[in-house]
């Protein structure tokens, strides 16, 4: 491409969108993990769902776009929020021009379980099961599944499981966040165990209130350890 020609062409735009899991129970009663989608209503994909999210105005730090988008979609807040990954490929959208090309800043939040269910719902937003999503517009699968590949790596290291809790738990509604993000059962003794190992979950010296049999011990997470370790950009977000 000569340098007359290159100059004409203007520099991508920005967009940030947002991959937004939380848990929410099925017809079973079983949580699975689920994320909202809007509705396109224009071209290019018009009628296709797709993550929320929009352009990114001059004046705005990307983490609170990224919420403020969230926000203004469904009305829900984040627990945790954290930069996925830029996805630019020239082939994500059906472009007549290079001047139409967008550069999407993608972040995955979670959202808890009771918040989720304050969500705004309507014609074009809805709730999808993460494991089975139909064809989305752009190159929103990929994206969507790259976000399930982070969070549950991440979940074997760090605390994100309490960004679907309450700050009180049993080890059995725990195990139900590890079993519903993984979607694979786990063995009841051995996740014991690996809690017990790990020391981010502590004992309250409570039990749960209002059950028939012996009341479970109550647990929460030590405060002073992080949902994640972001390092130095941890503090910039």
Not at 110 to 125: F, W
Not at 179 to 203: H, I, Q, T, Y
Request: charged content about 25%.
């Amino acid at each position: 491409m000569s340098t007359s020609v290159a100059s004409a062409i203007e520099a991508p735009s920005l967009a940030v969108s947002t991959v937004i899991f939380t848990l929410r129970p099925c017809e079973d009663g079983q949580l699975k993990l689920a994320l909202p989608l809007v509705k396109r209503i224009r071209a290019p994909f018009e009628g296709q769902w797709a993550l929320p999210g929009g352009p990114l105005k001059p004046d705005e730090d990307l983490a609170d776009a990224a919420a403020s988008k969230l926000k203004q979609t469904t009305g829900l807040e984040p627990r945790y929020l954290e930069q996925l990954y830029a996805f630019g490929n020239l082939d994500r959208s059906p472009m007549s021009k290079l001047e139409d090309r967008v550069v999407s800043i993608v972040y995955w939040a979670l959202v808890g379980t009771v918040e989720a269910e304050k969500a705004i719902e309507s014609e074009n937003v809805h709730w999808f099961w993460a494991d089975e999503l139909p064809k989305l517009a752009f190159d929103h699968n990929l994206i969507v599944e790259y976000a399930l590949w982070r969070l549950r790596n991440k979940l074997e290291y760090s605390r994100l499981a309490h960004g679907f809790l309450p700050e009180t738990f049993t080890l059995a509604q725990l195990r139900e966040v590890y079993e519903a993000v993984l979607n694979k059962p786990l063995d009841p003794a051995n996740f014991r165990r690996m809690v017990e190992s790990n020391g981010a979950v502590v004992a309250t010296g409570e039990r749960l209130a209002g059950t028939r049999h012996r009341p479970p011990q109550l647990y929460r997470y030590d405060s002073s350890i992080d949902l994640t370790d972001l390092g130095p950009l941890g503090e910039k977000q």
